[in-house]
């Protein structure tokens, strides 16, 4: 016999109802951790050394989508940069063969500011052919583009052999 609502099992049910309430904070929780993420690893990106690229009319390079390109830009002042990275002359080819695990099928692009002098973008271009690299291109823009790289960095819009 049982009295109504008394005894161990009616004070249970009582005490333990079902949650219908989702708990989102875990989920927002990753989604924090995911933006801040993102937020670092974007600005890595993009090529971040600004240089003033020359305008041309040629037709762009029809590239893999899958593979990057390597780029190497020369500023006005005739420094060389690997990616974001400062290098001298002389420890360009080691650099990028160290990158590229000698792979000379890499493609490199160099992407020279317009007053540099002839001189200096043959020299950077000599290291990096006489590196063994087979693809190698020269990064420019379109007419009419506004010039990405003043703003920070950005890839070419287009680049040209």
Do not use: C
Request: hydrophobic share 40%; charged share 20%.
């Amino acid at each position: 016999m049982q009295l109504a609502g008394g005894g161990r099992r009616g004070s249970r049910r009582k005490g333990y109802r079902q949650m219908s309430e989702i708990n989102v904070t875990p989920f927002v929780d990753v989604m924090l951790v995911l933006l801040i993420v993102f937020m670092v690893t974007a600005p890595l990106l993009t090529v971040g050394v600004p240089v003033d690229l020359p305008k041309t009319n040629a037709p762009p390079l029809t590239v893999e989508k899958d593979k990057e390109p390597l780029y190497v830009s020369v500023k006005p002042d005739g420094s060389i940069w690997l990616q974001e990275t400062r290098v001298e002359l002389a420890t360009l080819a080691p650099k990028l063969s160290a990158i590229t695990g000698a792979n000379p099928d890499t493609r490199v692009l160099v992407r020279g500011d317009r007053t540099n002098t002839y001189g200096r973008m043959v020299e950077v271009l000599g290291a990096i052919s006489g590196a063994g690299f087979k693809k190698i291109g020269l990064a420019a823009e379109l007419p009419g583009t506004p010039p990405s790289s003043k703003a920070g960095g950005g890839k070419p819009a287009k680049a040209t052999h």
